[in-house]
């Protein structure tokens, strides 16, 4: 019944910027921590940013900080990532997550000139 729909990603270049959205459903969204975790080509799927349920605490993976914001618009049942200064190594399959293991389809960052 939980359904969470990525949406939002696509080409871009080295530099540039690009928002995702998940919107989710089947749940009372307002009370849970959601998250955004990436999976690249070969690599383990790693955690990219949390939420907590009022938008009152993030955490961010290392290599994101600075750069991504994850915000949530619980009016929506939505939580967005913003991506800026993306670099080729963004590159990855996106996964929204409602803690603590439902998930997206996934939605495709590729960072390329």
């Known amino acids: 019944q939980v359904q969470l729909v990525e949406s939002g990603g696509g080409l871009v270049q080295p530099g540039g910027s690009l928002r995702l959205s998940c919107a989710a459903s089947g749940f009372i969204f307002s009370i849970y921590t959601m998250g955004w975790y990436r999976q690249a080509p070969g690599k383990q799927r790693e955690l990219v940013a949390l939420i907590t349920s009022g938008g009152g605490s993030t955490n961010y993976a290392d290599s994101v900080k600075d750069r991504f914001t994850i915000s949530r618009d619980n009016a929506k049942n939505t939580v967005y990532l913003q991506m800026n200064n993306l670099k080729p190594e963004d590159t990855a399959v996106y996964y929204c997550?409602?803690?603590?293991?439902?998930w997206g389809q996934g939605t495709q960052v590729t960072v390329s000139s």
């Open positions: 997550n409602k803690f603590p293991n439902s």
